[in-house]
């Protein structure tokens, strides 16, 4: 009987090896930029060419690899990172398993040029089925140039399970994205069939990488987080993603998955955004290397701190202190919650094509939400009481006197002043309380409001006990209510034109998904037109949507879509409406004066449920009377 158990062939371990570090064209540039970043290279050039990806070409103007070397760089576990136990413990390169070229090379045809810059000709190899050629000498520029084609011509069951081209070349270009902001000292390209898809600077600037990838308007949003062994950058609460794809951390210049940094990040944003938006981050952690494990399986890039309670001390302290620089406009109550967009400096922007035009609609000047977003109290100004004159102006928070020590007539007495609503016309501006609706427990709007506390929540005196509501939870209740009813009332109304078309910054993937979906995103109300080659104009919004800025909302939906591809335009309208109401709400820690309150109680009465915020939190809660008298010892 013959033997059961044998070595297997090399070029069978090789291609199991394959499958596990080349999973798509993806992880090939993955692997040939690691090794380009890893052999000093300051300036390198990834191209993609053909229908299916068919050509992938890497060029560095790296360390380059010695004639002599070059059949030994295709020998698996061949490497000339490490020797030692010791040297992988202090590892700094990006890969060093010495499986990544290999690999290609057993799913591939593989052609390497390469020469160091000492060395005086190139030498350029071709690797078929995963055997190494005979090298020959040529003139080229120092440094390495990998060609990649026909990846996974002969291995057709790892063939079927790619996605389309365009979904493939968007996880290619995500990889750009990422290495380039892990590395802003490095220039980088990307093309795709000959055109442009990213072009980095490479002058060591996180801000100015930033730039590049994400474009200037959210550059614009970023603050700097400074510390010890900390760069970063954070985007202030008035620019949020709905997802996390933005939160970037790199340690020691490699981008890694940290659960402990997330959580971080959400700590110290907290109240800051609206449940279900994340922030822009870009944090750059220096570390010595024996205080973290990262597990470099080729596919993750986990990370794991020694001592996490350590760096994130330090960590946490710098980004507060980032979001408090930029903090300041939370506490000043007179400005606008959103600030209006001067729109009409913005120069109208010609389209040369419209491709992706349809028919003309109607142009809808008066509700046309290119007057600019009303501010908090501009939008609520119809119902106010009496006129601001007549409400103390808030002062700087510390300097405020407590509550105790007011005057009783310093303290707001709101809406029992008939007159007043009649002057201010609230009586016609609040839509009545519907008719089916259950019998309230009390009436918001005869609460008697007594003050703010921690700038977060409404104190009020009122039947049994003294009532707590949380401004935000309140307001986004408010604006939820808002929306849904515009929304139902719009349904059939056509888009609203712009009266300036927006210009989308768009990164790749969000533009191929911008052109799959586009007559998805049609029904939904935006039009989008193309303007020059690959940019984009916002023309139209929904009819419902009156907030200011549509092209923020049309990002939110297309980084939905990429995470979700099955998002569909009715689970749209329910979860973005939810969205937009946290967006537009009035913030925790923001300064409310008694004419918003006011305001604020009279539209909660005219919600059909004003007990919870969109997502369910209270908005009120009541401390009764009888437990107030428990605590000073007093009968009730
Ligand atoms: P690893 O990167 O894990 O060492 P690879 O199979 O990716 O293994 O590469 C094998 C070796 O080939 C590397 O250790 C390095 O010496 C050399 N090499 C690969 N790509 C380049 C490059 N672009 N520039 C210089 N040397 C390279
Ligand atoms: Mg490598």
Redesign the pocket.
């Known amino acids: 009987m013959a033997a059961a158990i044998h070595v297997l062939s090399k070029e069978v371990s090789n291609l199991i090896a394959a499958g596990e570090v080349v999973a798509r064209p993806a992880s090939v540039v993955k ?2 930029l ?3 970043i ?4 300051t300036r390198i050039r990834v191209s993609v060419d053909g229908p299916e990806l068919d050509e992938i070409q ?1 060029s ?1 103007n ?4 010695a004639a002599e ?1 070059m059949p ?3 020998l ?1 576990h ?5 020797s030692t136990a010791f040297d992988l413990q202090q590892n700094l ?12 090379a057993a799913v591939s045809e593989l052609e ?1 040029v ?1 020469r ?1 810059p000492e060395q005086e000709l190139a030498c350029r190899i071709l690797v078929l089925d995963g055997k190494p050629g005979t090298p020959e000498s040529l003139a080229a520029p120092a ?4 060609t990649v084609r026909k990846l996974f011509r002969n291995t057709p069951a790892r063939r079927k399970f790619l996605k389309k081209p365009a979904t493939e070349m968007g996880y290619i270009s995500d990889l750009l994205d990422r290495l380039a902001l892990s590395r802003p000292d490095i220039r980088f390209q990307l093309l795709h069939n000959g055109r442009t898809v990213l072009k980095t600077a490479g002058r060591g600037e996180l801000l100015q990488a930033a730039m590049d990838v994400y474009g200037s308007g959210v550059a614009a949003m970023l603050l700097p987080v400074q510390g010890p062994g900390i760069n970063g950058l954070l985007s202030k609460p008035a620019l949020t993603r709905s997802s996390n794809k933005y939160c970037s951390f790199f340690v020691n210049r490699r981008w890694v998955k940290s659960r402990e940094f997330s959580r971080l990040l959400e700590d110290v944003y907290h109240t800051r955004l609206p449940i279900g938006r994340f922030p822009v981050a870009l944090i750059h952690l220096e570390i010595a290397p024996e205080l973290v494990d990262i597990n470099v399986h080729p596919n993750k890039m986990e990370i794991k701190f020694h001592d996490f309670a350590a760096v994130s001390k330090e960590l946490e302290a710098a980004m507060l202190a980032a979001l408090q620089s930029g903090d300041d406009w939370l506490l000043r109550p007179r400005q606008p919650l959103t600030p209006p967009v001067p729109r009409s400096a913005a120069p109208r922007p010609k389209p040369q094509q419209s491709t992706l035009q349809v028919a003309a609609r109607p142009q809808r000047e008066a509700a046309a939400p290119s007057s600019g977003r009303a501010s908090f109290r501009e939008e609520w100004a119809p119902y106010l009481v009496s006129s601001s004159a007549a409400v103390p102006s808030p002062g700087p928070v510390d300097g405020e006197k407590p509550l105790a020590e007011m005057p009783p007539s310093a303290l707001p007495q709101p809406e029992k002043d008939e007159a007043g609503k009649a002057e201010t016309g609230m009586e016609q501006a609040v839509p009545p309380v519907p008719a089916a609706a259950p019998a309230r427990a009390f009436v918001f709007s005869e609460l008697h409001y007594l003050g703010q506390f921690e700038g977060t929540y409404l104190v009020a005196a009122g039947p049994g006990g003294l009532y707590l509501l949380d401004q935000h939870a309140a307001h986004e209740r408010v604006r939820y209510e808002h929306y849904k009813r515009r929304a139902e009332e719009e349904k059939t109304s056509p888009p609203l034109d712009l009266a300036i078309p927006v210009p989308l910054e768009l990164r790749y993937r969000q533009k191929t998904l911008l052109i799959e979906r586009i007559l998805q995103l049609r029904d939904m109300g935006f039009i989008v037109e193309e303007f020059g080659p690959e940019s984009y104009v916002l023309r139209a919004v929904p009819a419902w949507f009156d907030g200011e800025n549509g092209a923020e909302l049309l990002i939110g939906i297309l980084d939905r879509i990429e995470a979700d591809p099955d998002f569909t335009p009715a689970r749209f309208q329910e979860s973005e409406i939810f969205m937009m109401a946290c967006k537009s709400a009035i913030k925790a820690k923001r300064r409310v004066d008694p004419g918003e309150v006011a305001a604020l109680f009279a539209q909660l009465d005219a919600c059909e449920n004003p007990y919870t915020c969109p997502h369910g939190r209270p908005v009120y809660s009541r401390i009764a009377s009888e437990e107030i008298h428990k605590r000073f010892l007093r009968r009730s």
Do not use: W, Y
């Open positions: 692997e040939l690691e090794n380009a890893d052999a000093g290279a890497v560095d790296g360390s380059g690899i070397d030994t760089a295709f698996s061949a490497t000339s990172k490490i390169f990006l890969g060093f398993r010495g499986e990544a070229l290999p690999s290609i390497m390469s160091p440094g390495t140039t990998v």
